[in-house]
């Protein structure tokens, strides 16, 4: 099948899996930001990998309104975040992000990193508001932090890289069915 992967990653790491996926697939990994010059006709199989920012997976709304109509083209999703793979977190990703239960699209959640260095302004700025209303609803009770919570606040105390080829073993065997 001829494949492609587009990608929208920030610090990295979601870059780093696209590359991974294209070296197994012998395909291209393409930047969002260069979508406009890809012709996504001519591909049967189009990745769209993107980073999570609060709950969202960057870039998927802009990808989606690329697509061919009517195509036959099989998509995958994936996103990389912050929490290690569970069940749970990928239905809830499902959930807040409409258009893959609406337009029924495959879905693979992987880990990422953090690289503070990396950060612009304006996502240095979401973060600290994100990593305060957690701290401050654990100071207000502590019992209300779940424990993806914590992991989350855990995951932006210092830099770190979860990327891993073994973190693809689902997506791909999802494909080689
Ligand atoms: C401002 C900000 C918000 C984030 N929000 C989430 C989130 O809601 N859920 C999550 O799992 N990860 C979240 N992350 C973590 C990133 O998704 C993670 O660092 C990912 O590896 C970044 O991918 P990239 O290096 O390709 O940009 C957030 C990171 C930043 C900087």
Do not use: W
Not at 73 to 89: L, M
Not at 97 to 102: D, G, H, I, W
Not at 113 to 132: H, I, S, Y
């Amino acid at each position: 099948m001829n494949s492609v992967i587009i990608f929208k990653s920030n610090t990295g790491h979601t870059e780093q899996y696209a590359n991974m996926l294209a070296t197994e697939l012998g395909c291209k990994a393409i930047p969002l930001n260069q979508l406009s010059k890809v012709d996504l006709n001519a591909y049967d199989r189009i990745f769209f990998g993107g980073c999570v920012h609060a709950s969202k997976v960057a870039g998927l709304n802009a990808f989606i309104k690329h697509l061919p109509k009517n195509a036959n083209n099989q998509v995958i999703v994936f996103a990389v975040g912050a929490n290690q793979y569970s069940e749970q977190n990928t239905q809830d990703l499902i959930k807040n992000n409409m258009s893959l239960t609406e337009l029924n699209i495959p879905f693979f959640y992987l880990q990422g990193g953090f690289d503070p260095e990396k950060l612009n302004f304006a996502l240095r700025m979401m973060l600290q508001g994100v990593a305060k209303s957690l701290r401050k609803k654990l100071e207000a009770n502590p019992d209300e932090l779940t424990e993806k919570d914590r992991e989350f606040l855990e995951f932006f105390q210092e830099k770190n890289n979860h990327v891993d080829v073994k973190n693809l073993a689902e997506l791909i065997s999802y494909i080689s069915k």
